[in-house]
């Protein structure tokens, strides 16, 4: 390592960049009163004290003056998907729309000439749930095929003529109304996403653009059939290519049926994933009311979703991915989804052992609804959940949609508190475009978690968005999502108003601004008010800068 302030030579022999941060605060381990950070081209050299800045800082680098701004550990999405957040960017936006008439107008005023793509419609918050029917979409479009998916994205509005274009007739999930599930919305999305490759390419940008003018280094791709061929996904892995973009994560949720059949569905992939998970779903949505229940939906009597596979078929995958050592993983939301998981882990550990199934690392996406015996379960087997803070922010408010859908049983879901008291391995994602990829709003949301027993501090919510995205991920290097030197130099600096030790608990926040507590500082989140990104930088490489950051 070179010491700071000395001309740096990558392993090319090619000049290195060295570049010293002062005059703010530095979120560190090293040090809790930090102020300053010297960057060694892709690595970190330095952290320290003002006074120390000055005696090191020499014309050979570049020097950026904070101006009190906090420079922490850039944020790593654990759940996402590229191509759709760049559609819900870029298509109609139906978030704000209380009514079928509000949708049929945006659907009516829609630019462009080919399909209408739109999301984010929640029925839930309308005055009136009652949906547009088919021939009405049709009408509203002028004849173009229309999909619109619910913010959960696990069902669709659909026009008659993307009906007819996806066969969707006698598939299940189609009543021959405009709202699709299950196989009939599958049938549909794919249909709806045959675009060219520059559009894809181009959704896939925005997306990652976004990212990283809001502080992420890093996104967890949760691609999988239903959802996207594999050419979505390799392109998506694609972009690790190109500097200047947010890492991607690839995941793959394809259902193995033993080693062999894993090993296969790797090798034909045309790239490297991770894991065979993410969205390998086994149930649905709560919104949708798709997710597998233990008892009835409170709002449809006799319905309680359905498990999409079989515990011996979940078993099979856990087992097959574990003889491999690679990560396996299901997207489960219900209680019954998550007790057929359960059950097939305890099956697949009975045939490959233990050891295999914790080694592995698999992981869950979301698991919403956990009681304390399934939380020891996942302890057990050393199972990381990815976990969406937003979820609860958007939906778990008295009368919001877990309530509507749940009753008594919203009062109980997403128990961050109760994994960490547990032991049960957790970070955080946005699922975008079902949440926005808004890091501070997710922080903020772990903080006022709707229900006061699952709410954990700021600390240990930043910890799930950043260092453990990437443990989740089994990342190689153990220093990535820190800041301290000879770590990776992946940061983000951020304008705050105030920086203070946030809890969950308000009754002790009055020690929240003493320097004795030695613990690094993070925005204050109660202003209801995000930081601003001023910059994101990965691995050395600037991927986002504002520009008001070197003014």
């Known amino acids: 390592m070179n010491q700071p302030g000395a001309a740096g030579r990558d392993r090319n022999g090619t000049d290195r960049k060295v570049a010293m941060y002062r005059n703010g605060s530095i979120y560190t381990a090293a040090d809790p009163f930090a102020t300053a950070m010297v960057v060694d081209g892709d690595t970190i050299a330095w952290v320290g004290s003002e006074q120390a800045a000055t005696s090191i800082a020499d014309s050979s680098m570049e020097v950026i003056d904070l101006r009190g701004a906090l420079l922490a550990p850039g944020f790593v999405d654990s759940h996402a998907h590229l191509t759709e957040t760049g559609l819900a960017l870029s298509g109609v936006k139906l978030s704000s729309v209380r009514s079928a008439r509000e949708l049929l107008d945006a659907v009516a005023t829609a630019g462009g000439s080919g399909p209408i793509l739109g999301h984010g419609w929640d029925e839930t918050t309308w005055n009136d749930p009652t949906l547009p029917t088919l021939d009405e979409i049709e009408r509203a479009a002028g004849g173009r095929t229309v999909y619109l998916s619910r913010v959960d994205v696990h069902s669709a509005l659909v026009s008659a003529s993307l009906a007819a274009a996806a066969g969707l007739k006698g598939l299940d999930g189609f009543a021959g109304n405009a709202r699709v599930v299950r196989a009939a919305h599958t049938a549909a999305r794919l249909t709806a996403r045959q675009f060219p490759s520059t559009d894809r390419r181009g959704y896939q940008e925005q997306a990652l653009q976004e990212a990283a003018a809001n502080g992420y280094v890093a996104l967890a791709e949760m691609s999988a059939p239903h959802i996207c061929g594999p050419d979505d996904l390799r392109m998506a892995a694609s972009w690790n290519e190109q500097a200047g973009n947010p890492q991607v994560l690839p995941y793959?949720?394809?259902?193995?049926?033993?080693?062999?059949?894993?090993?296969?569905?790797?090798?034909?992939?045309?790239?490297?994933?991770?894991?065979?998970?993410?969205?390998?779903?086994?149930?649905?949505?709560?919104?949708?009311?798709?997710?597998?229940?233990?008892?009835?939906?409170?709002?449809?009597?006799?319905?309680?979703?359905?498990?999409?596979?079989?515990?011996?078929?979940?078993?099979?995958?856990?087992?097959?991915?574990?003889?491999?050592?690679?990560?396996?993983?299901?997207?489960?939301?219900?209680?019954?989804?998550?007790?057929?998981?359960?059950?097939?882990?305890?099956?697949?550990?009975?045939?490959?052992?233990?050891?295999?199934?914790?080694?592995?690392?698999?992981?869950?996406?979301?698991?919403?609804?956990?009681?304390?015996?399934?939380?020891?379960?996942?302890?057990?087997?050393?199972?990381?959940?990815?976990?969406?803070?937003?979820?609860?922010?958007?939906?778990?408010?008295?009368?919001?949609?877990?309530?509507?859908?749940?009753?008594?049983?919203?009062?109980?879901?997403?128990?961050?508190?109760?994994?960490?008291?547990?032991?049960?391995?957790?970070?955080?994602?946005?699922?975008?475009?079902?949440?926005?990829?808004?890091?501070?709003?997710?922080?903020?949301?772990?903080?006022?978690?709707?229900?006061?027993?699952?709410?954990?501090s700021a600390r240990a919510a930043f910890l799930g968005h950043t260092r453990a995205g990437w443990r989740a991920s089994r990342h190689r290097n153990p220093l990535m999502g820190q800041l301290v030197p000879g770590a990776p130099a992946s940061f983000a600096v951020w304008e705050v108003e105030e920086l203070m030790v946030q809890v969950a608990d308000s009754r002790v926040q009055s020690w929240s601004t003493d320097p004795r507590a030695r613990t690094p500082l993070l925005p204050a989140l109660d202003t209801g008010k995000d930081p601003l990104c001023l910059q994101t930088v990965h691995e050395g490489i600037e991927l986002f800068a504002h520009e008001s950051l070197r003014g």
């Open 252 to 456: 793959w949720g394809e259902l193995a049926s033993s080693e062999n059949h894993a090993q296969s569905i790797l090798d034909n992939l045309g790239t490297a994933v991770l894991g065979l998970a993410g969205d390998l779903n086994i149930d649905g949505s709560i919104g949708s009311r798709t997710a597998a229940l233990l008892d009835d939906y409170s709002d449809a009597t006799g319905h309680r979703g359905s498990p999409y596979l079989s515990v011996e078929e979940a078993a099979k995958h856990f087992a097959a991915t574990s003889l491999l050592g690679v990560q396996a993983g299901f997207h489960v939301i219900g209680d019954a989804g998550l007790d057929a998981i359960l059950d097939a882990l305890d099956a697949a550990a009975a045939e490959v052992g233990e050891q295999r199934i914790r080694a592995a690392g698999h992981r869950l996406e979301h698991v919403e609804m956990a009681d304390q015996a399934a939380i020891d379960r996942l302890a057990k087997y050393s199972i990381s959940v990815s976990a969406q803070p937003g979820f609860d922010a958007a939906w778990g408010a008295p009368g919001g949609l877990y309530e509507q859908r749940l009753g008594a049983r919203s009062q109980t879901m997403n128990p961050f508190a109760s994994f960490y008291a547990s032991g049960v391995p957790i970070t955080f994602g946005s699922d975008s475009p079902v949440t926005p990829l808004r890091p501070w709003s997710s922080v903020r949301a772990c903080l006022e978690h709707s229900n006061s027993e699952q709410r954990i």
